[in-house]
């Protein structure tokens, strides 16, 4: 499946109602526990009123899957809820979002990082399978990150 990436910032989400549609039914899809269907546009519309975005699989016209990112003042990218559209799981759409997310991340010089605290064990397995694993750091998280604690840098291991 050719999958490639997409952002989805508040310019993109006003401007088109596909994308508007899939990025709702792409969280609606989610196991309740992550996300709770009453709670998907309140989450959506946070993100793109805090100025973060979404990156997204993009396959035929439709966006199949998505994670949330936050830029930290240091240019590192937080994220978080990766979610793929129940019809279109077990199908390297969640690896290919990841592997692209991690390769725009190498060439515009980030880190990628995620909260240890709320990283499901799907996504912790799918993160091993793409070669990341946790960097012990000293530094704290800063004060606009999503949490003050319980972070890990993913460092892609044997890439580059």
């Not at 003042?73 to 290919?96: H, I, M, P």
């Not at 064990?121 to 949490?147: I, M, W």
Request: glycine share 6%; hydrophobic share 40%.
């Amino acid at each position: 499946m050719p999958v490639t990436m997409q952002y989805v910032d508040q310019a993109r989400w006003e401007a088109e109602e596909q994308v508007r549609i899939d990025l709702v039914r792409i969280y609606e899809d989610a196991p309740q526990e992550r996300i709770p269907t009453p709670t998907v546009m309140p989450f959506i519309q946070q993100h793109l009123n805090q100025q973060h975005f979404f990156a997204c699989a993009h396959f035929n016209d439709r966006l199949l899957g998505a994670v949330a990112v936050q830029e930290a003042n240091d240019r590192a990218w937080w994220l978080s809820e990766l979610c793929v559209r129940k019809t279109t799981r077990r199908r390297g759409v969640g690896t290919r979002l990841m592997a692209l997310l991690g390769e725009q991340a190498k060439q515009d010089g980030r880190v990628l990082r995620i909260a240890t605290a709320k990283l499901p064990l799907a996504d912790q397995v799918l993160l091993s399978k793409l070669g990341y694993r946790p960097v012990a750091t000293e530094q704290p998280a800063e004060p606009n990150s999503p949490v003050t604690s319980g972070f890990v840098e993913l460092d892609p291991q044997g890439k580059g």
